[in-house]
């Protein structure tokens, strides 16, 4: 079993950058293909991106593809999703999940395994 916190949420201006954090329990991360994902107040999940177990290969939504950019070091059991070029559109609950089987660049989140509790992105106009 995986367990996965999330961490570094907060209040940015638009225009601004946050990275957010994932951290993973145990010792199979490596095995874990990892997504990120965004729920905002009345609306449904949204698939923000996914990489692979080595980090090699990366995915994104079309409304983030070249603002954020996701990583991992499984060294340390962290994925992380850096947000640049923040837009209010993007304020959010933002969730990490861990799939041990996934097609590259599944957005679908009932295909991931295990979640996190989420952190809150708040982007201000």
């Known amino acids: 079993q995986v367990q996965l916190v999330e961490s570094g949420g907060g209040l940015v201006q638009a225009g601004g950058s946050l990275r957010l954090s994932c951290a993973a329990s145990?010792?199979?991360?490596?095995?874990?293909?990892m997504g990120w994902f965004r729920q905002a107040p009345g609306k449904e999940r949204e698939f923000v991106g996914q990489i692979s177990r080595s980090g090699t290969n990366t995915y994104y939504a079309d409304s983030v593809k070249g603002r954020f950019t996701i990583s991992r070091d499984n060294a340390k059991n962290t994925v992380y999703l850096q947000m640049n070029s923040l837009k209010p559109e993007d304020t959010a609950v933002y969730y990490c999940?861990?799939?041990?089987?996934?097609?590259?660049?599944?957005?679908?989140?009932?295909?991931?395994?295990?979640w996190g509790q989420g952190t809150q992105v708040t982007v201000s106009s």
């Open positions: 145990g010792r199979t991360f490596s095995r874990y293909t």
């Open positions: 999940a861990a799939a041990m089987i996934i097609s590259p660049g599944n957005s679908s989140w009932s295909q991931y395994d295990y």
